[in-house]
């Protein structure tokens, strides 16, 4: 069954910027959309963005200025940098296989199916 | 934005127990509901897509239901294992939102 791991630095220093990659196994990146969660210490989930494997994007507008979420089908991974971090970036983050369903109206909804295990990020100096 | 704001954010109830979690959108959101448990320490699982939904391997004992703003999960009979955070998810806004989580603990 397809399996993700997050990977990159555990910790940042502020004002630079935050590189993970997630690597997708047991299964094919295309076809899909691809997310990235975060969850600060002891706070509820913020979804960050989302992008297909054709590399068409969506982002959080809150974060939108400061996020690139890209792609690399040949590797089977999706990435996500985040810039100009501060203390409040500090969070667990999770990439997620996102499925796109078509209602009747053929109006498009999105729910996350298959999750990584998450990687802590703090950002200190 | 859509809010979604969850009620209550804590429950305290017995394994057993019929549990219900409610969780209200700011404006009309269709059936494009989720949710999702959380368990202390490890990453969200998809319970119910599209309000009402059971996602494949998911017991059913979990149930939702819901549509336009107000969404409920049932739990029919608590079992230990799901004591755990619960979330839900809307989808119909290009920016997804999640509510803030209720908290479901041993009585």
């Known amino acids: 069954q397809v399996q993700l791991q997050e990977s990159g630095p555990g910790l940042v220093k502020p004002s630079e910027t935050l590189s993970l990659t997630c690597t997708v196994s047991?299964?094919?990146?295309?076809?899909?959309?691809w997310s990235w969660i975060r969850q600060p210490p002891g706070k509820g989930l913020e979804w960050i963005g989302y992008?297909?494997?054709?590399?068409?994007?969506n982002y959080n507008p809150s974060l939108k200025s400061r996020v690139t979420i890209s792609v690399d089908t040949s590797k089977n991974q999706f990435s996500l940098k985040l810039s100009s971090v501060t203390a409040a970036d500090t969070a667990v983050y999770y990439c997620?296989?996102?499925?796109?369903?078509?209602?009747?109206?053929?109006?498009?909804?999105?729910?996350?199916?298959?999750w990584g295990k998450g990687t802590t990020v703090t950002v200190s100096s | 934005d859509i809010q979604m704001t969850q009620s209550p954010s804590s429950l305290s109830a017995s394994v057993g127990d019929r549990v219900t979690i409610t969780c209200r959108a700011s404006?009309?959101?269709?059936?494009?509901l989720n949710w999702y448990q959380q368990k202390p320490g490890k990453a969200p699982k998809l319970l119910i897509y599209?309000?009402?939904s059971l996602q494949s391997g998911v017991p059913s004992r979990f149930s939702g239901s819901g549509s336009g703003t107000d969404f409920t999960l049932t739990i029919s009979s608590l079992q230990p294992e799901d004591f755990a955070t619960y979330y839900c998810?809307?989808?119909?806004?290009?920016?997804?939102?999640f509510g803030q989580g209720t908290r479901l603990e041993i009585k």
């Open positions: 997620a296989r996102t499925i796109a369903a078509a209602d009747p109206l053929n109006y498009y909804y999105y729910y996350m199916d298959v």
């Open positions: 047991g299964g094919s990146i295309s076809s899909y959309y």
């Open positions: 992008i297909y494997y054709s590399g068409s994007t």
């Open positions: 404006q009309s959101i269709s059936s494009y």
């Open positions: 599209a309000a009402s």
């Open positions: 998810q809307q989808s119909y806004s290009s920016r997804i939102t």
